[in-house]
């Protein structure tokens, strides 16, 4: 009787662990809403100081399924600072938890802004680097916490990660490729639940400006992901800015998902608010997600 109890916990544990690796393979799959328009360094370092001289200040947090117990959440802050037009440094903050895991990510970032012309044209690079930290909190197993597996787990040592990314961007276009997770993309990271983390990603959008301050700026855009262990997944939308002070944009993905979000900015502070619902194969759980985030821009303008 003690060998089938101790068998069962120890069914229900790598039970719990798989449900959590899935939770955390659509959180992976899914980037913060923000990384589209209103905060790109999120995914790409090439863009830390793109919005000009001054300090730039986010804070973003998302949780998924709230009605589910374990369901992941999502925090991340990130600060970029330019230093001279040029050059530009950042630091991006990122927490993952989702079921028994939690992921926590800290890189810093240069990237450089090199003018082609006097009208508005650029490429710019950047890189990250940091550390990842993955661990196991034994206080929420229900089971066996002196479970072998989950000892081996957290003896794991904090590794080296980093991303890449460059940019050319005009007065109205910008086209971008980033290579997040340099770890998984150089295959250096082989541990088990590693799956679905973007490893490529490129982006074009086209910014059609309004006349005057109180003009309608458009901008479609069009992102292509590349994600490991499963489909890649086409992002295509828009943003919609009204006198430069509220937003309103719209993405659809080919993981049968949509993202929507609406933002204002009053003088240096901003607000946006966004919802993603749930990916086709998951259409059954109830809701998707909610996001929002914080924006200030400080020592500089725009």
Known sequence: MRTIIKNSIKAALVLCLFL???????AQSNPLGASYFQNQYLINPAMAGFAGKGLNLNIGSRK???????????QAITTDFNLN??????LNLNRDKSGLIQRLRAVGTFAYHLPLDEEGRAISFGISMGMMNERINLEDVRGDQNDINLG????RQTYLDGDFGAAYTSNNMTFQAAIPNLKEFLKKDQMEGTVDRAIFFSAVSYKFKGEGNLGIDFEPKAVYRVINGTDNILD???NIIFANRVNFFGMYHSSQSATLGLGMIYQNLGFSGIY???TGNLSQYPGGNFEINLHARLFGKK
Not at 20 to 26: D, I, P, Y
């Open 276 to 278: 993603n619902t749930s």
């Open 152 to 155: 081996r787990f957290n003896e």
């Open 64 to 74: 998924q399924w709230t009605n589910i117990p374990g369901s992941p959440s999502t």
């Open 236 to 238: 295509v939308g828009a």
């Open 85 to 90: 037009g040029k050059a530009a440094i950042g």
């Open 20 to 26: 959590t690796v899935k939770q955390n393979t659509f």
